[in-house]
């Protein structure tokens, strides 16, 4: 069976229990659910449900469709959305169903997606080294400089987005950045995740001062800054990049889950 809702109120009202079960693979519900004052196709909020099994899909604009619950409810859930007509142009979930909903589009429809970014969700609960004095808060003056930054992430990362500039401005004093020779060149970011953790995202060191331990000093700082504030430190690290990964494995980081984004190729 298949439940369309009016709004993502309705839908977070009913299904608040589900995601609860999981707070850090449900936490782009919230944020996305809110945003629908009034579905449609380009916007809407679904359940698929069979038995004790369930499984959620809610899209909110200018964002794509994220999922979580049972890779079993696959089919009936992307039936409904394709024969629908409701938009479907790029998803994230769990790589079980991810997976799932790729080879069903493919089989049943003839539309195929690819996993874009294969990403580990990491966790960090304790302080394992000291942070270091060299990283800074920007200043106003550091904006375009950060901007051109994260222009460079977005393309390293393969990704379609674009810079906010007025959203980095507003939350400009949440980067952290080390500095040689007057210029930015490792930086991360502090980002609200959960009711009791924080995110690290957009981190990036520039190709010719990498392998240098720069990153390291930057994620560090930010962590130990979460961890002294009483919440959890929290990161999505690109499954693809093994040196990233033994960077927050040695910071004390753990792998949680996976979780993949996909988008349509044809």
Known sequence: MIKEYRNGEAFLAENRPLLDTDKYRSVFFYGDADLIKSADRENYALRA???DKALLAVRAEPFGTVLFGSPELTP???AHIVEGG???DKYMGGEDVGD???AFLTEKYGIVFEESLAMDFMEATEVTEPSSDEVEIPSAADLDEICALIERFIADCGLLDTV???????TLDRFRVLRRGGLIVSMAKRVSSTGDSDRLSDVYTRPEHRGKGLARLVVNNIKNEILASGRVATLNVDKKNPYSNRLYVSLGFKKLFSQGEYRRMR
């Open 49 to 51: 449900e069979e038995g």
């Open 76 to 78: 009936e859930l992307f």
């Open 86 to 88: 409701f938009r479907l």
């Open 100 to 102: 799932a909903a790729a």
């Open 164 to 170: 906010d500039r007025e959203g980095t401005e507003r």
